[in-house]
């Protein structure tokens, strides 16, 4: 094969849209840069075109992308060098090929495959560190725009009696499942494809809600997660860039949550809100 690597900036609130769509494509993980760009990969140059142009037909031209050719290796498991074990709060987060056998931690095995979440992205991080923080032992816990699965394995693994993930994209939903069998959380942990919005009300009330995905879908699933929230029950937003932040309080303190904590990882805001 003649791998090429496609290079692709576009408004940062529509870059998890477009790594998804990248995914959902190529079967192939993506990289996002420090200074935003996206790197891709495709087996061809006539395929690393074809997407560059159904790239700018489904975004528009406010996606801008190249492609160059990459070394002759296979780069459907190249990509695979760049994971690491990770050590967050109590937890360990670590890819079924790295030996991870001499830690104390509690240790998450996750294969993304082509589901968004490991936590070599900024938001997984800040939601796994405040997950961290707020859960407690028996805690039933929602975790909408579920994808490889990471954050409801890590709440089972946690101590949570009951995790339910919703995703829209029915590839996640086997790829979640795989996860939780292989931490061994299955019997603990259930994986759904639908609207979040339609499902998050009818699968409370849970004391715990995990929330990590665009600013626009968190905000409009605002009173769906206030309605499915138990009594004293705190939600975690992911997903938000760090300009984000006054918009999003707003919209908070609209839908009567109160901000309660937060963090910040590579540019990427997290926060916690419980009802005010």
């Known amino acids: 094969m003649s791998w090429c ?126 997950l961290d923080r707020l859960i407690a032992p028996n805690d039933r816990v929602l975790d909408l725009g579920s994808g490889s699965g990471i954050l409801g394995i890590a709440a089972a693994r946690l101590g949570a009696a009951r995790v339910t993930g919703i995703d829209v994209d029915p590839e996640a939903e086997p790829i979640a499942h795989a996860n939780a069998e292989r931490n061994g959380v299955a019997d603990r942990v259930c994986f759904l494809t639908g609207d979040a919005l339609v499902l998050t009300p009818l699968l409370g009330p849970a004391e715990l809600i995990l929330s990590n995905i665009l600013r626009a879908q968190n905000e409009a699933l605002l009173p769906a997660v206030r309605e499915a929230l138990a009594p004293g029950g705190r939600a975690v937003f992911a997903g938000l860039e760090a300009g984000d932040r006054g918009e999003f309080l707003a919209a908070l303190e609209r839908e009567g949550l109160s901000p309660s904590d937060e963090t910040v990882d590579t540019g990427w805001w997290t926060v916690v809100a419980r009802a005010g």
């Open 5 to 130: 690597a496609l290079d692709v900036r576009s408004p940062a609130g529509e870059r998890d849209a477009v790594a998804a769509w990248l995914v959902g494509r190529t079967g192939q993980a993506v990289e996002e840069r420090d200074d935003g760009t996206l790197v891709g990969v495709a087996d061809s140059a006539g395929a690393a075109d074809l997407l560059l142009e159904q790239l700018r037909s489904t975004f528009g031209h406010q996606v801008a992308g190249a492609a160059r050719p990459l070394p002759d290796v296979d780069w459907r498991l190249r990509w695979r060098d760049g994971l690491a074990a990770r050590r967050l709060g109590r937890l360990l987060i670590a890819p079924s090929w790295i030996d991870v056998s001499q830690t104390d931690a509690l240790v998450v095995r996750i294969d993304p495959e082509t589901a968004f979440g490991t936590a070599e992205h900024g938001s997984t991080r800040g939601a796994l560190l405040l």
